[in-house]
């Protein structure tokens, strides 16, 4: 009989945790669903206060203050869905302005970008203020758009340098920020500053009545 034998496994190898994944947008086993049309209760206003964003239909709409998850989170993969207004107001950054704000700090741009100019790296899907999408493939304004995007956070190294995050992000299905490297300055408007290795959601208030809906994460570290 022949004998086989295998190769020691590398450092750090392991079998793969088992995850259900969702059907027809619902989330994976191990997701922490941060909105699931029903209720508010994993945010808070961006000052602390109970959140006055309307709820009815499944989603909810700006309005007031901006929010803020309860909960922290370090690396992760974030889905979410919005929607712009359907009655179209304004053009370039005062048309369907809004944004998510990771660990509070950096922006991944909600805009109406359907044939509405504006700077590049202001435009929807963009590292606002740092990085342009590859492509628009924003929709018309009304219309439900998704964002699935994997966030590794930048962190303070011992040497007091800060170790590089990234950014990848699926717009409508597809890519638009391919591991985009997120050096730790924070995004204009931030509520925080400085590299660290957790922080809140946050979804930004610029005055729009942005709607959103399905919002999910799961903890990458």
């Known amino acids: 009989m022949a004998i086989v034998s295998f190769a020691a496994a590398p450092a750090g190898d392991r079998e793969p945790a ?10 994976p086993s191990d997701a922490v669903v941060l909105f699931d049309g029903k209720d508010l209760s994993a945010w808070k206003s961006d000052d602390g206060s109970e959140p006055k964003w309307k709820l009815e239909n499944g989603h909810m709409e700006v309005h007031g203050k ?7 989170f370090g690396a992760i993969q974030l889905h979410l869905e919005w929607a712009s207004p359907a009655e ?24 109406d970008s359907h044939q509405n100019k504006t700077y590049f790296n202001g435009q929807a899907a963009s590292f606002y203020g740092h990085n342009a999408p590859l492509v628009n493939t924003s929709r018309k304004p009304g219309e439900w758009q998704t964002y699935d995007i994997v966030f590794h956070p ?14 990848t992000v699926i717009h409508n299905g597809v890519l638009v920020q391919d591991h985009i490297p997120v050096l730790g300055d924070a995004s ?22 942005v709607r959103y809906r399905n919002l999910w994460v799961r903890k990458l570290d």
Not at 66 to 72: A, D, I, V
Not at 197 to 208: A, E, K, R, V, Y
């Open 154 to 167: 930048p962190k303070p190294g011992a040497d007091g340098k800060v170790q590089p995050g990234s950014f």
């Open 88 to 111: 179209v107001k304004g053009d370039g950054q005062g048309r369907g302005n809004s944004g998510v704000y990771f660990q509070g700090r950096y922006e991944i741009q909600v805009l």
């Open 18 to 27: 088992v995850v259900t994944p969702g059907t027809a947008g619902s989330p």
């Open 188 to 209: 204009v408007s931030a509520k925080f500053s400085g590299a660290t290795p957790t922080g809140p959601l946050m979804l930004q208030d610029h005055g729009n009545p």
């Open 66 to 72: 901006g929010l803020m998850t309860r909960q922290e």
